[in-house]
Nanobody, 111 residues
């Protein structure tokens, strides 16, 4: 199984980005997924997670600004990020079933 993350880039504070993570598996709908991020010099932290039934959970720092979702038909998970802040700058990683990491996509928010 491989994970392909995309959608990162440079955006001004207050802007939006949507990250995507596509898995090469036909059992995607049975797998819990999550987004993590790692800022320079900091530990990797969980941003949001979504279960097979669609239940979601968010870090306090992104509640109300980020939305995690999934499209099982496309084997893809998304992270809609709104009202971005400079402190959201990090490499964002997707995690499949608490086991497999994607390659990361870089998000830079300028002030």
């Amino acid at each position: 199984v491989q994970l392909q993350a995309s959608g990162g880039g440079l955006v001004q504070a207050g802007g939006s980005l949507r990250l995507s993570c596509t898995a090469s598996t036909n059992i995607f709908k049975y797998i819990n997924m999550a987004w993590f991020r790692q800022a320079p010099g900091k530990e990797r932290e969980r941003v949001a997670s979504i279960t097979t039934s669609g239940s979601t959970n968010y870090a306090d720092s992104v509640k109300g600004r980020f939305t995690i979702s999934r499209d099982n038909a496309q084997n893809t998970m998304y992270l809609q990020m709104n009202s971005l802040k400079p402190e959201d700058t990090a490499v964002y990683y997707c995690l499949l079933d608490n086991k497999l990491w994607g390659q990361g996509t870089k998000v830079t928010v300028s002030s």
